[in-house]
């Protein structure tokens, strides 16, 4: 009867410890925006500035002519059909009718404006649209569907990327989650621990395109996967039990 008796405590042990992760427990939370670098402080005036290398649609209605990867024509010419312009190693692009023209650091904003200004020499009322296709947060590690994600719009929270990878995995540990930042040659590094209630508006930083998340993994993950290939054929749990029952 040893078998039988030690599988079930350690089944019934391992069950307790398997219950799914809650991030809004425990109110006493350490997590003060102080102790992040500035650079994560949210900034609800966050603009994006186009960069070297970026990948940009310029649509302006009613002009086809001049415009590249168009959003307003009856054919929706984008990335896939190549249509967009490459930002150089100068910053510049060369747009049509126009040539060259200094797009680096400038807003979506500043450079629509910018646009229109120059159009309206030859156009009443310019409508312009702009669009960056290569904005992208990358989420990594232990979630259910790691991914690089494409963000349009300016303000983009931590829990909202963690919920468009379907969340976190079994494995998570949602204590030590590094969020990692570019800013010219410097890299900076937030940990954020969402383990704990409290300060959300603290810890649910916003992200910016470039961004790099990852989500570490509990440490008994590593041993449950060496016991799963102790016995074959068994699952985690049981090979775990039946493991634990041999001594």
């Known amino acids: 009867m040893k078998y039988p008796l030690l599988l079930s405590v350690v089944v019934i042990g391992l069950l307790g410890a398997c219950k799914t992760t809650n991030l809004l427990v425990d109110s006493a939370a350490d997590n003060d925006v102080s102790a992040l670098d500035s650079i994560f402080w949210n900034n609800q005036e966050y603009q994006y500035q186009i960069r070297k290398d970026d990948k940009i649609t310029i649509s302006v209605w009613g002009q086809d002519d001049i415009s590249v990867g168009s959003t307003y024509g009856i054919y929706n010419s984008n990335e896939v059909y190549g249509k ?58 232990e979630v259910r569907d790691p991914q690089v994600i494409n963000v349009d719009k300016e303000q983009n929270t931590l829990l909202e990327m963690i919920t468009r990878c379907k969340g976190l995995e079994f494995y998570a540990n949602p204590k030590y989650i590094k969020v990692f930042r570019q800013v010219g040659q410097h ?61």
Do not use: C
């Open 187 to 247: 890299v900076y590094v937030a940990n954020i621990d969402l383990s704990k209630n409290g300060d959300w508006h603290k810890k649910n930083i916003n992200l910016h395109p470039g961004d790099v998340v990852v989500v570490p993994s509990k440490k008994y993950k590593e041993f449950d996967k060496r016991v799963s290939t102790i016995i074959p054929f068994t699952t985690t749990l049981t090979s775990a039990a039946v493991f634990m029952g041999l001594f």
């Open 84 to 141: 967009w312009l490459m930002v150089d190693a100068q910053g510049n692009v060369e747009i049509p009718k126009i040539g060259t023209l200094h797009v680096e650091n400038k807003n979506i904003i500043q450079l629509k404006d910018t646009l229109k200004s120059i159009y309206s020499e030859w156009i009443k009322v310019p409508v312009v649209d702009i669009k960056v296709l290569n904005r992208e947060i990358t989420v990594l590690g």
